[in-house]
């Protein structure tokens, strides 16, 4: 029996996800049917998991596209298929589509040990609707934010050629921040030590996380992810730790937490700066003891976990207010790893805009096949707040705006004309000391012509600044939207001598 959902839920109604129901008992599955369609999800139902493993292998009708896929929600127990065999195909096949694991009360350790073979999550009969929606959408996110991850270095060769050692796997960077963090990477990741990754939101503390798990002996087993900012402070200790059935209200069920689903893999906490002080007692604990409780339990469970942790704070300035334990931060610190924002590594954006261009070009059925040297000038001024993943937006909403083959200065969005208008970013000025048309360079390559005509726009902008501020570097950073390091290595870079006057307040 398949069920198709399209034609209720409208054609013009937006779909949140696209999920396939493997269930044998017709009457779960009718219901699950109607939850997901309510939801805003498009669905297909099957009741014969011979029928779901041939659709996952595309074997059924034409107008079928299992390719379409956000996440398998599926029975463990059927007949024939069971729910480990879908799940097995998957993870050979399709391992970046999330399985998540229905089972009955009393099997709950079929579960768990489906969740080290890969599962995604699992929930018990009979469900609880709001965890069975959530556990549907964290599953259809994270498979969103996997496809939006940078691409392998064999990809990247393609979208720019010569990049040898411009990436590591999923990260992208060649210039000199980039290159150290991905020289602690390789030195580090089969190491057993507590890694603390600290930078600004956007700049890809996540990835660097995966890398290093991938990297590790650990990388066959789960990768488990906790973003400590999103979850309740009365939660939190029940996410990570687990919970026994009626240790608090609506604990209808045991469940293990994080740290169990993590044996012999890495644990990731993101934005573990957020976790409240009672919180962290315990997690000093468990890195120290290697063991836990469950909530409402009496058993000690023992763990084998590597940590990996990631914030956008200052956790010596938290420490130091008193909102972070200090035993705690030494505890994390014992590899770090700073991620740079993206306004200090100009020297990657040739390779980041070229990935995303053509990633944006194949998802949006685009064929943008450049952008104009003026464009490019104007994103590498751009101070960049949200770093990689604003300029990732950025580039989408470009991409799918266009109409023409090239980005043009009037495609740019319009925090970033306003913000590069008031650096003096004049387009005419440009034109008129353009690289490209002087006799001199005609036989260097169209990327080193606009390289060097970058660096002339660069150079103008920051002797601009430099006047406006009667040389202060400290102003002229600020105003530029750079770290005074930055501003100090870009001079060095272009060969601008520092003032020498008017800095004197700004010495080191």
């Known amino acids: 029996m398949i069920i198709k959902e399209q034609s209720e839920i409208g054609e013009s109604a937006q779909i949140v996800g696209r999920v396939l129901v493997v269930d044998d008992e017709k009457n779960i599955s009718f219901v699950i049917h109607a939850m997901l369609t309510k939801a805003g999800y498009s669905v297909v139902t099957m009741n014969q998991s011979s029928a779901a493993l041939a659709f996952l292998k595309g074997e059924s009708s034409p107008s079928d596209r299992p390719s379409d896929l956000d996440v398998v929600l599926t029975d463990l127990y059927m007949p024939d298929v069971t729910g480990m065999d879908l799940l097995s195909y998957c993870q050979k096949e399709r391992p970046d589509l999330p399985v998540i694991m229905m089972t009955a009360f009393g099997t709950v350790e079929s579960a768990v040990s489906a969740l080290k073979t890969g599962a ?21 996110e994270t498979r969103r934010e996997q496809q939006k991850e940078p691409v392998t270095l ?17 990260l992208i960077g060649q210039s000199p921040q980039m290159q150290e963090v991905f020289r602690i990477i390789s030195k580090i990741a089969a190491s057993p030590s507590t890694v603390l990754i600290q930078g600004e939101s956007g700049t890809g503390k996540e990835l660097v996380a995966f890398e290093i798990h991938k990297n590790s002996t650990r990388a066959k087993k789960p990768f488990i992810k906790v973003n400590c900012a999103a979850i309740p402070s009365t939660l939190i200790e029940s996410e990570l730790f687990g919970h026994e059935r009626g240790a608090f209200t609506g604990a209808v069920n045991s469940k293990p937490g994080r740290f169990e689903l993590a044996h012999e893999g890495t644990l990731f906490l993101d934005e573990v700066g957020e976790m409240p002080l009672e919180m962290q007692v315990k997690l000093l604990r468990v890195l120290q003891e290697q063991e836990f409780e ?45 991620l740079p924002p993206l306004r200090e590594r100009r020297a990657d954006f040739d390779l980041l805009v070229g990935f995303f261009l053509s990633q944006f070009n194949e998802r949006l059925n685009k064929k943008v096949e450049k952008i104009s040297p003026l464009v490019l000038d104007a994103l590498r001024v751009y101070s960049w707040p949200g770093n990689i993943r604003q300029l990732e937006n950025v580039l989408e909403r470009m991409v799918l705006m266009s109409d023409t083959s090239v980005l043009e200065v009037s495609d740019l969005p319009p925090e970033i004309t306003k913000e590069v208008g008031g650096l003096h970013f004049d387009p005419t000025l440009v034109s008129q000391t353009t690289l490209s048309a002087d006799p001199h360079f005609d036989g260097l390559s169209f990327r080193e012509k606009v390289r060097l005509q970058t660096q002339t726009v660069e150079r103008e902008l920051i002797e601009c600044a430099l006047d406006e501020n009667e040389g202060n570097v400290t102003r002229t950073a600020e105003k530029l939207g750079l770290s005074r390091k930055g501003l100090q290595l870009k001079m060095k870079e272009l060969g601008l001598k520092r003032p020498s006057s008017g800095d004197m307040d700004d010495s080191e």
């Open 294 to 338: 469950r909530v409402g339990g009496v058993n000690t469970i023992q763990v084998d976990v590597r940590i990996i942790t990631a914030t956008n704070r200052d956790l010596e300035a938290e420490v130091k207010a008193g909102r972070f334990r200090e035993d705690l931060f030494y505890r994390l610190n014992v590899v770090p790893i700073q």
């Open 120 to 140: 995604f999550d699992f929930v018990t009969k009979p469900f609880d609707q709001t965890e069975l929606l959530n556990s549907i959408r964290k599953a259809v």
């Open 154 to 170: 064999r990809a990247l060769e393609r979208t720019s050629s010569g990049a040898q050692g411009a990436s590591i796997s999923t």
